[in-house]
């Protein structure tokens, strides 16, 4: 009994002198952390895990990257709980800066949505063109479709272009909302042989994983855009507009651009994001 | 059925090239669910103690949250207290969001209440002859308490592995207060749930049989000392 206990605080005082110390050496720098929440379908893919520890060795701060839904970001931009935003949802983030929330947004990169469905295709989407065309398709033929149902730049677009087809399909049966991040829900696609919107990165990502081809149609004129919102500092004093400012304008320089635009070349056959920072212009055409 | 193979095999390469990564990750976790179960042991303890043996207006509906905080879902605890330790929150001050600490600090309350009600239980099964043998003998108060708890030893390490059971396989809360963050934040149940949202499901199944092997030798360890007594 007496040893045991001796061991027990042993270990209790070793582990916790050790782990304050392992902490407060991460956090050493003065620059103060970085709060940079972005969306999960950039952070699943990796691409931020290879920019960031450049950021952090270049530029002196430490970044927390924190990966939640678009929506859930754009809430925590509202209450100051992030620095810098990296997200895909357009209107939102519009409606973000018109209401003072944010000090600048830049667009740095962006890919395509697909909808996605099983490889035989019972609702024969692979013979449209357009995305609308083949959610018109879906719902006529009444398919299974998974919605995210979670606020996500994905699942904000799905709505919009029910919307603008003149469907509501949320009292349907054929239409279910998984509650899921993109690879997740794009798994039970696969698994019941449903169909779903996904963006083109992580439908890559997933198509290799689960070593399996799907019926997909991508919409050219239908981009999936990723922008990085500098959030107002708060006035608590415990923001970091410096960090963010120094990420933003790391994030679109010529050399992080490239980067981005040769990520995941090698392992899926093509560019996850294509970068953009320097042609806002010609995208604002496309919208 | 090829992806389980697949990451029983990884788990093994991975166990046996000392991965870097995965190996901070399990550290991380050991340390921990490690200082959470001891500070929740001892505070789970002296509750579950005190419960048992005071009488007072209100005993049983403190009993009752005892053993409601024994159900509570990790994601209500990560989710209240991630709304306290924000940085405009009432705690924002103490900075410690998305840090090592939130975790410990989620994870005690986790398991507190799970330790408490074991205590709680074990210490009332005492038959109550024994109470008043110990009292007759003239223990003190404390010497009282101590007897009891010598008493109850079975259950209290039942309690502790029960508690450690709890922190080292939550995600809900770790996720929330603590993050993610690669190389800071991350341990092997988040890692887990992001190696799936990857698509590496081999990796995923990888660190999920870690996660087994360690919570299997920690608890071989507790009931080893557990049941050393029987064999005497």
């Known amino acids: ?287 | 059925m090829e992806i389980i193979f697949d990451g029983i095999k990884k788990a093994f390469i991975l166990i046996s090239n000392l991965n870097s990564e995965v190996s901070d990750v399990t550290l991380l976790s050991i340390k921990v669910s490690g200082i959470a179960t001891i500070v929740s042991v001892f505070f789970g303890i002296l509750i579950g103690a005190f419960l048992a043996l005071t009488n007072f207006p209100g005993r049983r509906i403190l009993v009752a949250l005892v053993n409601t905080g024994m159900g509570v879902p990790p994601v209500v605890v990560g989710l209240v207290i991630t709304m306290f330790l924000w940085r405009n929150g009432p705690f924002g001050f103490l900075e410690i969001l998305y840090t090592p600490w939130a975790i410990i600090l989620a994870q005690i309350l986790i398991a507190t209440p799970i330790v408490s009600g074991i205590t709680l239980a074990g210490i009332q099964h005492v038959p109550g002859k024994l109470k008043i043998q110990i009292k007759a003998l003239g223990a003190t108060r404390i010497q009282f308490v101590l007897l009891l708890l010598r008493e109850t030893r079975f259950s209290l390490f039942a309690a502790t592995m029960a508690g450690f059971g709890g922190v080292i396989s939550e995600v809900g809360a770790s996720m929330m207060v603590g993050g993610n963050i690669k190389g800071y934040t991350r341990v092997l149940t988040t890692a887990t749930v992001l190696e799936t949202s990857r698509g590496n499901f081999d990796m995923a199944m990888a660190l999920s049989v870690i996660l087994f092997c360690l919570t299997f030798i920690i608890n071989q360890l507790l009931t080893f000392v557990q049941q050393r007594e029987r064999r005497k």
Not at chain 1, 77 to 101: C, Q, T, Y
């Open chain 1, 1 to 287: 009994m007496q040893s045991s206990k001796k061991s027990l605080v042993f270990f209790f005082l070793f582990f916790t002198i050790q782990l304050y110390f392992s902490c407060s050496y991460t956090l050493a720098s003065k620059k103060g952390p970085v709060i940079f929440v972005t969306t999960t379908s950039v952070y699943d893919s990796g691409l931020l895990e290879e920019l960031i520890p450049l950021f952090e060795r270049e530029k002196g701060y430490v970044v927390k990257t924190i990966a939640v839904g678009s929506g859930q970001a754009i809430v925590l931009g509202k209450r100051k709980e992030a620095d810098i935003l990296l997200v895909h949802s357009p209107e939102e983030e519009k409606e973000f800066m018109v209401k003072g929330f944010g000090s600048r947004r830049r667009t740095i990169m962006y890919n395509y949505f697909v909808v996605v469905g099983p490889k035989n295709d019972p609702c024969g989407i692979t013979t449209t063109r357009t995305a609308k065309e083949a959610l018109r398709k879906i719902a006529e033929r009444k398919c299974i479709f998974l919605s995210r149902g979670d606020n996500s730049g994905t699942h904000m677009v799905e709505k919009r272009l029910w919307s603008e087809i003149g469907i509501d399909p949320s009292k349907e049966n054929w239409y279910q909302e998984t509650g899921q991040g993109m690879g997740l829900t794009l798994k039970m696609a696969f698994d019941k042989g449903a169909y779903t919107l996904s963006d083109s990165a992580t439908y890559l990502i997933f198509s290799k994983a689960l070593k399996t081809n799907l019926s997909f149609v991508k919409d050219e004129r239908l981009l999936n855009i990723y922008s990085v919102l500098e959030v107002k500092p708060s006035m608590s004093g415990r923001s970091n507009p410096d960090g963010a400012r120094a990420l933003s304008d790391f994030l679109i320089s010529d050399r992080i651009q490239r980067i981005i635009g040769n990520f995941g070349k090698d392992k899926y056959g093509s560019s996850l994001f294509i970068p953009c920072a320097r042609k806002k212009m010609e995208l604002e055409k496309w919208r």
